[in-house]
């Protein structure tokens, strides 16, 4: 095998490598964009918390 076609097969794996990475965080991305809405609430929820905790020991 000569040294241009192993870089060939490296950089074939790399790119697929690529891709794979790139379709997982893709996929993971779009699944969570139906959770940002409860994800927002949960904060919201949670900083009216801590505004009410902050005004009862003031």
Same mark, same amino acid.
């Given at each position: ?9 490296? +950089? !074939?794996? !790399? #790119?697929?490598?690529?891709? %794979? +990475?790139?379709? +997982? +965080?893709?996929? =993971? #991305? &779009? !699944? =969570?964009? !139906?959770?940002?809405? $409860?994800? $927002?609430?949960? &904060?919201?929820?949670? $900083?009216?918390? %801590?505004? $009410?905790? =902050? =005004?009862?020991?003031?």
């Amino acid at each position: 095998m000569t040294q241009s076609n192993r870089n060939e097969q490296t +950089l !074939s794996r !790399s #790119c697929r490598n690529c891709l %794979i +990475l790139l379709g +997982l +965080l893709l996929s =993971a #991305c &779009v !699944s =969570a964009c !139906s959770t940002t809405e $409860g994800f $927002g609430n949960d &904060v919201k929820h949670l $900083g009216g918390d %801590i505004e $009410g905790s =902050a =005004a009862r020991n003031k």
